[in-house]
């Protein structure tokens, strides 16, 4: 499991464009962590939708595919509950809901830390591959 981890964090260039932090990544639960910056925040001065849901599909990612075989997205969906600002730290936690040998059903609440206010609400499914993500 930590090869993976470790594959999708150096292979997955969202990561590193967002400065995303993974704290907590195990089958069934991941949590990561990102600071809102300048270059993520649209025209009226919030963080843009699409940095958070960029946020919340990595991961997303992280927990479909932390069980070795390549889980690709065939839904998504996002709901904003309140607005980011920028510097505000945001943590996603993910939890699986459903997993079989072919799909896998995920939700991810974004909160921001210090208040701990649901800043968005992702579910997403995913089909899951029968290659591996990475060859061990």
Same mark, same amino acid.
């Given at each position: 499991?930590?090869?993976?981890?470790?594959?999708?964090?150096?292979?997955?260039?969202?990561?590193?464009?967002?400065?995303?932090?993974?704290?907590?990544?195990?089958?069934?639960?991941?949590?990561?962590?990102?600071?809102?910056?300048?270059?993520?925040?649209?025209?009226? %001065? #919030?963080?843009?939708?699409? &940095? +958070?849901?960029?946020? /919340?599909?990595?991961? $997303?990612?992280?927990?479909? %595919? #932390?069980?070795?075989?390549? &889980? +690709?997205?065939?839904? /998504?969906?996002?709901? $904003?509950?309140?607005?980011?600002?920028?510097?505000?730290?945001?943590?996603?936690?993910?939890?699986?809901?459903?997993?079989?040998?072919?799909?896998?059903?995920?939700?991810?609440?974004?909160?921001?830390?210090?208040?701990?206010?649901?800043?968005?609400?992702?579910?997403?499914?995913?089909?899951?591959?029968?290659?591996?993500?990475?060859?061990?």
């Amino acid at each position: 499991m930590d090869s993976i981890i470790k594959f999708i964090e150096e292979n997955d260039r969202i990561k590193s464009l967002f400065n995303i932090e993974i704290i907590q990544a195990e089958m069934g639960n991941v949590k990561t962590k990102m600071v809102v910056q300048e270059n993520m925040l649209n025209a009226a %001065n #919030i963080c843009h939708g699409g &940095a +958070l849901f960029s946020f /919340a599909d990595y991961t $997303f990612a992280l927990i479909s %595919n #932390i069980y070795g075989n390549i &889980a +690709l997205a065939i839904s /998504a969906n996002i709901n $904003f509950t309140n607005p980011a600002y920028l510097g505000d730290t945001l943590v996603a936690t993910a939890e699986e809901l459903n997993r079989t040998k072919s799909t896998g059903l995920y939700e991810i609440k974004i909160e921001r830390e210090n208040d701990k206010k649901l800043i968005a609400f992702f579910t997403g499914e995913v089909f899951v591959k029968k290659e591996k993500i990475i060859n061990t």
